[in-house]
């Protein structure tokens, strides 16, 4: 394998510097970046807040060609493409929420332009509209984001990861590079198996944080520990809990107590969480109380603390969300408050999200009557699915629903994507006879009805995804008056109309089966149960143990094994603290024994308990300082 060239190298900082202003990497970035470019399939194993999109954007923009990032992250790609637009980066993505029009536009663009970015989804993999496309792509490198999602083994399994290996079937030259900041051997191994390496390759970078101090305490009194820590932490910060009633509640505590804080759940309208979000982060808000739904698109680098009221499920989850702190490199905490009955809490919340497998048969069945799929329809189809409106109508609890919903996940039914942008979809529920005596004499309607027809097929028979730009474009009329038609023709029950809007996305990897043929793997539910369980495990014993360093525990559960304590964290600064402790009481012997008459080192240690390489260490020390001295027989005396 060719080593890069020198030429290469400078072509690499120079776009690093070109593109995001950096001199340097951050550290291994450039590994990563030098091992794609000299062809080698990478599992990267980062840290959250590591840098991974840079291990991608960078060496794509030295080369010709397309790189192919993979990600359920919508929100991420969203987020990744417009920045990159902003640089003057050509870049594009593909998901659930965009019309089959917008999709075409979107694959043309990445054989016939000059696109060098493709996001896409890992169930829209499995297209016909993709595969046609993705061999006449100049593919340079495929990215694989979450990677740990394509392990049966990973704590996020998701079925459509394994639809990468059949676009490395189809690109047999293109390297890969894997990036996850959560994975064991064991999903390590898996994560290179399923993607097809020509050899195992894993660079990792260290998931040390030496400025964040880690800790943990434990009180039945969280809200006043809450306090303290928001009194003697000046910054801003995050506060997480589980509940969305308890977000409420605790944020107005804190605010009756003078403090500046919001509260932010998936519960609130998307217009009203940006704004929330934007207060906080530009600083007008001090403090965010949130649950788990705060995290995706969070740039804020002066985060200072970051407290969890509510014990997390996973490590995994505990690190990623604790991580938010102290991105700038100055020093800020994390701080988990536990309580006596956490343990007990969660392990009965884990049993009501096990429910028995026909419970799972019965929530699939409910599902698509809600959704309105017909037995043998829906194959690839995306429907917009309110799991808090279904379980109120349904009247089932809302983690039983997920837990269904992750089960047939794994299982390759479905899939429940986060919230997105959707766009408008109709379908008209007429004939096309009925519609033509509907039009006679109704100019505007006939004018729009024409338009829709000839730009979309197929909306007799489903719905079907519409762009509110296009319709205008080719009718001629504004897009606001577009939509009054639209509503119009709903009123007159022409069409069923579905507006644009932002909510989360139910997308079918499989068409609706009969009850009778749906098959949930015993296995898989097994596994995942115990996975949970191990997961959580790991969780309770890093919040209970007393005696190693939290950040040596946090690094050796994510690989590596040659970790050093942080120096900072709870369990370092009380080690520390008895330390000092302990040299104080030995100072302490030392001299009481040296008023009473004078000894040598060695009779020291005859008459004092301790290690004699710690004696010998603090009479040296005591000795340096002019506290004591020795005469030329060898005795030790105090100074007056």
Known sequence: ??????????????TLEKYWGYKSFRPGQEAIIESILAGRDTLAL?????????????????????????????ALMKDQVDRLRQMGIAATAIHSGMSYTQIDIALDNCVYGDMKFLYIAPER???????????????????????????????????????????????????VLALTASATKVVADD??????????????????????????????????????????????????????EGCEQLAETLRSKGFSASYYHAGLPHVERSIRQEEWTSGKVRIMVATNAFGMGIDKADVRFVVHVSMCDSLESYYQEAGRAGRDGRRSYAVLLTSSDDESKIVKRFDMEFPPLEDIKSIYEKICDYLQIAIGDGLYASFIFNIHDFCQRERIYAGKVRAALDLLEQNGYMTLTEEMENPAKIHFCISRDELYRIRVGRNELDHIIRSIL??????????????????????????????????????????????????PMLFMDEERLPVKDLYISPETYLHRKNLIHERFGSMLRYAEQQTECRSVVLQRYFGDDDATPCGVCDVCLAARRRQRNDAESLRE???????????????????IRREPDHIAAEVDKMLSEGKISATISGKLIIIE
């Open 1 to 14: 394998m060719s080593e890069i060239t020198q030429r290469l190298k400078d072509k690499v900082a120079a």
């Open 46 to 74: 980062m840290p959250t807040g590591g840098g991974k999109s840079l291990t991608y954007q960078v060496p794509t923009l030295v080369r010709e060609g397309l790189c192919i990032v993979i990600t359920p992250l919508i």
């Open 125 to 175: 993999l499995a297209t016909e509209a993709f595969r046609l496309r993705v061999e006449r792509m100049r593919v340079s490198l495929i990215a694989v984001d979450e990677a740990h999602c394509i392990s049966q083994w990973g704590y996020d399994f998701r079925p459509s990861y394994l639809r990468i290996a059949e676009v490395r079937e189809r690109l047999p030259e293109v390297p």
């Open 191 to 244: 994560i290179m198996h399923h993607l097809g390496f020509a050899e195992p390759h894993i660079l990792r970078s260290s998931f040390a944080r030496p400025n964040l101090s880690y800790a943990v305490r434990t009180t039945d009194d969280k809200t006043e520990q809450l306090l303290r820590i928001i009194e003697n932490v000046p910054g801003s910060g995050i506060v997480y809990m589980r509940s969305r």
């Open 454 to 503: 000839r730009l979309y097929n197929g909306v007799f028979t489903e719905f079907r995804a519409i762009d509110y730009q296009a319709i205008a474009t080719h009718s001629g009329y504004t897009i606001e008056r577009v939509k009054e038609l639209l509503k119009r023709m709903w009123q007159l029950r022409i069409i069923r109309y579905i507006p644009a809007n932002t909510s």
């Open 589 to 607: 012997s030392i001299l009481a024994l040296l008023r009473e008459e004078e000894l040598s080192v060695r009779e020291l240690c005859h008459k």
